[in-house]
């Protein structure tokens, strides 16, 4: 039986990319117990505001601590949600779904957690669920036999744990990701190559690429729609 899966690092109310990714697999993996990378996507990403684009950021306590990984890294201080909700509000108020969106982000935002995985997952979830995605999830922390292993080996070792068929990956990833390995292993390899939709928004030009609250708080339920309707067929390398 064909399972297709793609395994993302978690983010920081993540691009509509990122959603396209979650939607087209019958498995998502949160790889969150990898590196943290620094003036990433782990903890920020950008709205638009009367001004232009700008950055939500979460803060981190990682100074001196070069090898910490996802699922560790702690949020500094507690005043960050208030001031990310007061943005929100002021940037989206006059959208035309800002009433559907704004709630749930509030109700969100305002519990305390202490790790930014688990604040991020949580993200993810809530907004998949508003755009009408159902996959399922799993934390690749919580998958047994791949510790010790790097790059394509370890995705290799997940989609292994998880009896994956066919992996569905960035297009970044064409750079370094050994898919001659993958085949080897059985799996076939598909890059995703997304184009960015253009939908009604606020404040002037419209700018692609931001955070998909952008999305949601000017198209509203017919989010999804439009997701899914930016999406492009997907090359799959078969696997030998």
């Not at 898919?179 to 002037?204: C, K, N, R, S, T």
Request: proline share 7%; glycine share 8%; net charge positive.
């Amino acid at each position: 039986m064909k399972r297709r899966v793609a395994i993302l690092q978690p983010g920081y109310l993540p691009w509509l990319g990122y959603f396209d990714q979650l939607a087209r697999v019958d498995l998502f993996v949160h790889y969150d117990d990898v590196q943290y990378t620094r003036r990433d996507w782990r903890n920020r990403n950008r709205i638009k505001g009367p001004g232009g684009p700008l950055w939500l950021t979460v803060p981190v306590a990682v100074k001196g601590r070069p090898n910490v990984l996802i699922r560790d890294v702690p949020i500094a201080g507690t005043d960050w949600a208030r001031r990310h909700l007061a943005t929100l509000r002021h940037c989206y108020a006059r959208a035309p779904h800002f009433d559907w969106v704004y709630p749930r982000l509030e109700s969100w935002l305002s519990r305390p957690v202490e790790r930014l995985a688990d604040l991020c997952i949580a993200g993810v979830e809530l907004l998949a669920g508003m755009l009408g995605i159902t996959t399922p999830t799993v934390r690749s922390s919580t998958l047994p036999g791949c510790d010790g292993l790097h790059k394509t080996d370890r995705l290799l070792a997940i989609c292994r744990a998880l009896g994956a068929t066919n992996y569905l990956s960035g297009a970044a990833a064409r750079a370094y990701l050994d898919v001659a390995a993958l085949e080897q292993a059985g799996i076939a390899v598909a890059f995703q190559d997304y184009a960015h939709p253009v939908y009604p928004q606020l404040w002037g030009d419209f700018v692609s690429h931001l955070s998909v609250v952008d999305l949601l708080m000017n198209v509203g339920p017919d989010a999804g729609a439009v997701l899914r309707g930016a999406a492009a067929p997907l090359a799959e390398v078969p696997a030998r």
